[in-house]
């Protein structure tokens, strides 16, 4: 994982538009995590963490899920905004699914501060 860095220095606008929107959805719903991804057609889905007595999901596994169940093929990008320091191994298991090993997972603070960028292998 790289240093802290903000948002802003992602090269990739559509990757910070991922960390918008993944903060978006953090803050609205008041929940632990917000997440991003962006399938292979460009169309992103936004969710957060799911914790229902029956039903427990993180933000990113949700928003796969919502991938998913849209018709994505496959992923591009993944964003994670968390108070944790890495990415969880679940996480990175549910964009590998779709996505592949290569598909790269952002992990930002609630500030969009990113705290570093994985693989999803």
Known sequence: MSDQQPATDLPDPEDRKLVTLARSARA????????????ETGRTYVAG????????????????AMAVASGARSLEAAVVVTEA???????RAAV?????????????????SVRGTVTAG
């Open 96 to 112: 590998r699914d779709l996505g592949g090993p290569s598909v790269p997972v952002v992990v930002a603070g609630p500030d969009g």
């Open 85 to 91: 320091q890495s990415a969880d191994d679940a996480d």
């Open 28 to 39: 609205r719903n008041a929940v632990p995590e917000g997440a991003a991804v962006r399938d």
């Open 49 to 64: 963490t799911v914790a229902l007595e029956s039903l427990r999901l993180s933000a990113l596994q949700t928003a796969v």
